[in-house]
């Protein structure tokens, strides 16, 4: 039974992975409950989402940090979720268009269950090595890059001065510690809006139903300097 459900919204996890409930979505799907995926979506569903144009955020995150002279910028990207891999693909493009030297030693790839071992104390040496080649580090997201933030005071370096670091997102994270993030946010209100409008045009079939991409905006504030200033 559907136990008057209207419809769904849902927001994937490990969305880069196949999905062990492909037959429970097309189960709601022949019973005529719509579905609706915000922030990522299923390669295997072809179902309507509203997301971020995530690869533009990888790209505008990564053409602040080249526009402010760095040239030897860092990536950590999520691989079980697929906003990672987009935001990677931004991020590789920027490099790419700079002409930059771009190598797999730049990149710091985790999933969903090495999240705590990788950051829990800035120990890792795939987190050292990032720390100390590059000048600049673009993160997944805030929860990473607050711990990243730790990792660097632990080596007895500054954000901005030594480092600088962008994030996604714009949580309370991006604003709850002493320096303040640069992050590429989306439209939050904007974003909640058009998906509930979705939805219901979705439950009440009324027009042609679209997925929705929304452009980010970078925020600037004191996690990121100029390059040798």
């Not at 533009?56 to 995150?61: H, L, N």
């Not at 269950?113 to 090595?129: A, C, N, Q, V």
Request: hydrophobic letters at 40%; glycine letters at 6%; one cysteine or more.
């Amino acid at each position: 039974k559907s136990h008057n459900i209207a419809g769904l919204i849902v927001e994937p996890t490990k969305s880069a992975l196949s999905n062990p409930n492909i037959d429970l979505y097309m189960e709601l799907k022949a019973r005529g409950i719509p579905v609706l995926f915000i922030h990522g979506c299923y390669r295997d569903l072809d179902f309507p989402y509203i997301v971020e144009d995530d690869v533009r955020a990888g790209y505008e995150a990564t053409c602040h940090l080249i526009g402010l002279g760095h040239r030897n910028i860092a990536g950590i990207f999520k691989i079980d979720d697929i906003q990672g891999h987009f935001r990677f693909a931004g991020y590789q493009k920027a490099n790419r268009e700079e002409g930059l030297e771009f190598s797999d030693s730049r990149v710091l790839w985790f999933d969903t269950d090495e999240t705590d071992m990788i950051f829990k104390d800035g120990s890792d040496k795939r987190l050292i090595d990032l720390i100390e080649k590059c000048s600049a580090i673009v993160c997944y997201n805030e929860q990473i890059a607050v711990k990243v933030f730790d990792a660097v005071r632990q080596k007895g370096l500054s954000i901005p001065d030594d480092i600088s670091i962008v994030s996604f997102d714009d949580s309370q994270l991006a604003v709850a510690s002493e320096v303040k993030l640069t992050t590429i946010a989306h439209p939050k209100e904007k974003f909640c809006e058009e998906a509930a409008k979705l939805i219901i045009s979705m439950i009440n079939k009324i027009g042609n139903t679209c997925s929705i991409k929304m452009e980010p905006k970078l925020i600037v504030r004191g996690s990121t300097k100029q390059y040798g200033r």
